[in-house]
């Protein structure tokens, strides 16, 4: 957003320079490309401000620990509502196993 609106006020800058009477103090002055882009151009800060910045910023906050209750069973509560997950596959199954290489029977 502040780079539109710089642009904005950079451009209105402009049309008022060259619109204004040449009698005006202001408009003697040589304009030049280089003071215009200097006008508009974006401030960027140094890379060591930007690195200071960083270090001191605290980050996002850390999820909560546990929302919900784990109960013995593997189930886990959250208010009112259980939720169990369960596996269809016992150990020993074919979920457990890689598949067969190509070309080869089991």
Do not use: F, W
Not at 7 to 35: F, H, Q, T, Y
């Amino acid at each position: 957003m502040p780079r539109i609106m710089s642009s904005i006020l950079g451009g209105v800058a402009v049309a008022l320079a060259l619109a204004a009477p040449a009698a005006a103090d202001e408009v003697k002055a040589n304009i030049s490309v280089r003071s215009i882009m200097n006008a508009v151009a974006p401030v960027i800060e140094s890379r060591e401000t930007a690195y200071d910045r960083v270090l001191r910023d605290t980050g996002p906050e850390p999820p909560p620990a546990v929302v919900g209750q784990v109960v013995d069973d593997g189930t886990v509560r959250y208010g009112r509502t259980t939720i169990t997950v369960k596996n269809p596959c016992p150990p020993g199954t074919a979920h457990y196993e890689p598949p067969p290489l190509p070309g080869r029977r089991r």
